[in-house]
């Protein structure tokens, strides 16, 4: 037996799926975010770095990717933890290690707001991923081409990450540059009120 749907009830249907599911958007007016780019997973970072920064933190994030799926988040958390190789890669990487059950992180991408150090990059050849994507690069002690490159074409390390640098590149600078400025202020300020003599 065969069911007729008149052309004004299969116009309902459809209508009424157009509002369950909203997918025809405006192309031109909302932004398309692919969940598995990097801009994706970077932006993701960020959101750690701004946990540090709210802490009083250095605001540096990162996230450790695995077949399209974060297995790690951290934050930088030296003045939290005490403890100054508490960086947030370094936290990142014991964190997907346990989450894979292995030490070895292969197949999988390391996220950072800001170029690694050279701890760090000590350790990401030690824990074997394969890519670093970071966001500003660190002309001054970064140890992934800014002042040296351990990441890439040191036969003594044994292993090579390919690496991409300047992704939400101005965004992870900007909140640097934010908190270093509002940090050099609040010292200002401190050292004037300490400077007040008080009246007798
Ligand atoms: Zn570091």
């Given at each position: 037996?065969?069911?007729?749907?008149?052309?004004?009830?299969?116009?309902?249907?459809?209508?009424?799926?157009?509002?369950?599911?909203?997918?025809?958007?405006?192309?031109?007016?909302?932004?398309?975010?692919?969940?598995?780019?990097?801009?994706?997973?970077?932006?993701?970072?960020?959101?750690?770095?701004?946990?540090?920064?709210?802490?009083?933190?250095?605001?540096?994030?990162?996230?450790?990717?695995?077949?399209?799926?974060?297995?790690?988040?951290?934050?930088?958390?030296?003045?939290?933890?005490?403890?100054?190789?508490?960086?947030?890669?370094?936290?990142?990487?014991?964190?997907?290690?346990?989450?894979?059950?292995?030490?070895?992180?292969?197949?999988?991408?390391?996220?950072?707001?800001?170029?690694?150090?050279?701890?760090?990059?000590?350790?990401?050849?030690?824990?074997?991923?394969?890519?670093?994507?970071?966001?500003?690069?660190?002309?001054?002690?970064?140890?992934a081409g800014?002042?040296?490159n351990?990441l890439d074409a040191n036969?003594?390390?044994?292993?090579r990450c390919d690496t991409?640098?300047?992704?939400?590149?101005?965004?992870?600078?900007?909140?640097?540059?934010?908190?270093?400025?509002?940090?050099?202020?609040?010292?200002?300020?401190?050292?004037?009120?300490?400077?007040?003599?008080?009246?007798?």
């Amino acid at each position: 037996m065969t069911r007729k749907i008149s052309a004004a009830g299969a116009n309902r249907r459809v209508a009424a799926r157009a509002v369950r599911y909203p997918s025809a958007v405006d192309e031109n007016e909302a932004p398309i975010i692919d969940l598995r780019s990097d801009a994706h997973f970077m932006s993701q970072a960020l959101r750690e770095a701004h946990k540090a920064f709210n802490r009083g933190e250095v605001p540096i994030g990162a996230v450790i990717v695995h077949e399209n799926r974060i297995i790690a988040r951290a934050w930088n958390q030296v003045e939290t933890l005490k403890d100054a190789t508490a960086h947030a890669e370094m936290l990142a990487l014991t964190a997907a290690q346990q989450a894979l059950g292995d030490w070895r992180l292969e197949n999988c991408t390391l996220y950072v707001t800001k170029e690694p150090c050279p701890m760090c990059a000590g350790a990401i050849v030690h824990c074997r991923p394969s890519r670093v994507v970071f966001g500003c690069p660190d002309p001054k002690g970064g140890a992934a081409g800014g002042w040296i490159n351990l990441l890439d074409a040191n036969p003594p390390l044994n292993h090579r990450c390919d690496t991409l640098s300047g992704v939400m590149g101005e965004e992870s600078l900007r909140l640097l540059q934010t908190f270093f400025r509002e940090a050099r202020e609040k010292k200002k300020a401190e050292k004037q009120a300490g400077e007040i003599i008080p009246d007798t």
